[in-house]
């Protein structure tokens, strides 16, 4: 059956969306929606349009045994997994354990150079086949003022996730967040892809398909927004990192 | 709400940094609501409130996959919790409206059955300002869509609970979603 032909798509997301899908049909769904872009986007408008009858159901409070079994199951074993919201450490603090020995001012300034990257290791795209060959793919290394590498971000070529690993820490201020733009080839304005984290890795989810969203790119580079862009938006101030963002075939 | 979708949408990527704080900021700006929808469909207090700790295990491992730019943090909560209040209810078939523990809830219990799926949806029309774009629509044709919707019903179980033939309830869900569709956008409300 073809999934992905419109009539039949927009029939499959509602009932997805809505939940009247159901069993088999629901699961075998749900692995089209895995792979495919168009499938994920008919669903989101559908859950859009759904979740506003969502505003009369009542609240209903859930009992503290809900949020306190949460901590346990997720942060048990560290240090703070039973405070209560009074012993609290305050929101920024672990950031600023994380840049202890520098200030946040001093690891943000000046930053700006790029640096091209063809080479990568393999599994940092996702499972790799038997060949050795990388998988189609697009790439990107944003680096700071020094020219040291600090974001690798890679996408499958139709995939619809960008794998973000960080190099090394970016300092982002309380109220910030990173926020990753593409700049087209053409000079025409960047636009938003997704908010990358201050260490570590992350999965990114797409607007659409690398394919789609990145044929036509050349650089993509981080601002420090209020708040993460939606479609539209531009950058706020000066990109403290950024890079090229080439065909990885 | 006083925590708007901005502020969510900050928040979220936040804990897709780690950030405990922010974790449970979001918990608090959105839990009631959130255990509304996971109580409706199942209707047990108890089995909504695992699924709700279940749904916000969800969040905090898969926050970096909330991206503005294709919906807003309360559509992609919701629907977390919709999918694993389903999921709960179809596999746990189906205690509703059996017995339910004599606590403090069994009153409230009680009170929220008189507040019937058609209830909700007429209000929620109102709220949209298209209840008068929706009148067009058979009762049964809303009643099929509030069933789905807060009750997690598929289709047949749609079809006993208003005594009508299987495929007559499939159109009318059909024509139910088709008809939201077109007053949300005559009404600028679309997403889309």
């Given at each position: 059956m073809n999934y992905l032909h419109p009539e039949r798509l927009d029939l499959l997301a509602r009932e997805y969306a809505l939940g009247t899908l159901n069993g088999g049909a629901r699961r075998r769904f749900e692995r089209v929606l895995r792979q495919s872009p168009a499938a994920t986007l008919a669903v989101g408008v559908w859950m859009d349009r759904l979740a506003q009858l969502a505003g009369?159901?009542?609240?209903?409070?859930?009992?503290?045994?809900?949020?306190?079994?949460?901590?346990?199951?997720?942060?048990?074993?560290?240090?703070?997994?039973?405070?209560?919201?009074?012993a609290k450490p305050s929101p920024w603090r672990w950031l600023a354990e994380i840049f202890s020995g520098r200030t946040l001012g001093s690891a943000l300034a000046g930053v700006l150079l790029c640096v091209l990257v063809l080479r990568l290791q393999p599994g940092l795209i996702g499972m790799e086949p038997e060949r050795d060959a990388l998988p189609a793919s697009y790439v990107g290394l944003l680096v700071d003022a020094a020219g040291k590498p600090t974001v690798l971000a890679s996408s499958r070529r139709h995939g619809r996730q960008l794998t973000v690993k960080l190099l090394q820490p970016v300092a982002i201020p309380a109220g910030a967040v990173a926020q990753l733009?593409?700049?087209?080839?053409?000079?025409?304005?960047?636009?938003?892809?997704?908010?990358?984290?201050?260490?570590?890795?992350?999965?990114?989810?797409?607007?659409d398909s690398s394919e789609k969203l990145f044929f036509n790119v050349t650089r993509l580079a981080v601002s420090l927004e209020a708040a993460p862009a939606k479609a539209g938006d531009k950058p706020s101030g000066d990109f403290v990192l950024s890079g090229h963002c080439v065909k990885l075939w | 709400m006083a925590t708007t979708n901005d502020d969510l949408a900050r928040l979220l990527a936040r804990v897709a940094l780690r950030d405990r704080a922010a974790f449970e900021q979001v918990y608090r700006a959105t839990c009631a609501h959130l255990l509304g929808v996971a109580f409706r469909i199942l209707n047990q207090?108890?089995?909504?409130?695992?699924?709700?700790?279940?749904?916000?295990?969800?969040?905090?491992?898969?926050?970096?996959?909330?991206?503005?730019?294709?919906?807003?943090?309360?559509?992609w909560l919701i629907n977390i919790v919709r999918n694993r209040a389903i999921d709960a209810l179809r596999s746990g078939k189906t205690e509703r409206g059996s017995t339910v523990a004599l606590d403090d809830d069994a009153m409230n219990i009680a009170a929220d059955e008189a507040q019937q799926p058609q209830q909700l949806l007429d209000e929620s029309l109102a709220r949209l300002k298209i209840d008068g774009c929706m009148a067009g629509l058979g009762a049964s044709q809303r009643q099929a869509i509030a069933l789905a919707y807060y009750r997690g019903m598929v289709h047949t179980e749609i079809a006993a609970a208003l005594g009508a033939p299987l495929g007559t309830v499939k159109a009318w869900v059909r024509r139910g979603l088709d008809k939201l569709k077109s007053c949300l956008e005559a009404a600028g409300m679309s997403a889309a």
């Open positions: 009369s159901v009542p609240a209903m409070q859930p009992r503290d045994a809900v949020w306190q079994g949460l901590e346990q199951r997720l942060f048990a074993g560290t240090a703070d997994a039973s405070s209560t919201a009074a733009w593409a700049l087209p080839k053409d000079g025409s304005a960047p636009f938003p892809v997704g908010v990358v984290p201050g260490q570590g890795s992350a999965q990114v989810a797409l607007a | 207090r108890e089995r909504a409130e695992e699924v709700l700790q279940e749904a916000f295990m969800n969040v905090w491992h898969s926050a970096a996959g909330f991206n503005a730019a294709v919906a807003t943090p309360m559509t």
